[in-house]
């Protein structure tokens, strides 16, 4: 019975409307981890369609500037023939770093919510906090926390995965130099 949601609390609506949008920038981070891309996703909303999304793409593209967010933004600026983003909601997996907290204040962002923290490079709180800074002539409304969980789990079980892949291919080299020694 908890499952049926039924709500008129236009604040608690909202909620469920942003945990909808993280959920499609889930969708975006699990086909970044197919690729072997570190599991992070992104949309653009604005008034209710998605108008652009991108998932990490930093490995295949060889591109240090491939982060979820600047192909999501490159995605709804060409959509919306200009490159400001007004009135659009930018939802992604991971707080964003300075290089996209860059983008989103060049864009005119007016909303961002993310998913989890980035305790190393986080521009949103975590080692700064671009969204606020009164010397940028932009300010973004911030929510952090949705689906936070999920989102969190998705990178820690992709950094598990590797790390027990890198031990087993460690292993392995061990195993062939005893089966071939002096080689
Ligand atoms: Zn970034």
């Not at 945990?19 to 690729?35: D, I, K, P």
Request: with cysteine.
């Amino acid at each position: 019975m908890a499952r049926h949601f039924k709500n008129t609390d236009p604040a608690d609506l909202g909620d469920m409307q942003d945990r909808g949008y993280m959920q499609e920038a889930l969708v975006e981070a699990s086909t970044a981890a197919r690729l072997g891309e570190v599991p992070v996703g992104a949309v653009v909303v604005k008034d209710g369609e998605i108008i652009g999304r991108g998932h990490n793409l930093r490995e295949t593209s060889n591109d240090p500037t491939t982060h979820a967010e600047m192909i999501a933004i490159r995605q709804a600026a060409a959509a919306l023939g200009s490159w400001r983003l007004i009135d659009c909601t930018l939802y992604v997996t991971l707080e964003p770093c300075v290089m996209c907290m860059g983008a989103i204040i060049l864009a005119r962002v007016p909303t961002l919510v993310y998913g989890c923290r980035d305790p190393r490079v986080g521009a949103v709180g975590s080692i700064y906090d671009f969204s606020q800074d009164e010397r940028f002539n932009h300010r973004v409304a911030v929510t952090e926390g949705v689906l936070g969980q999920q989102c969190s789990d998705m990178l820690s079980s992709f950094f598990r995965q590797l790390r027990a892949e890198k031990k087993r291919r460690k292993q392995r080299t061990i195993e062939n130099n005893q089966e071939n020694p002096g080689e």
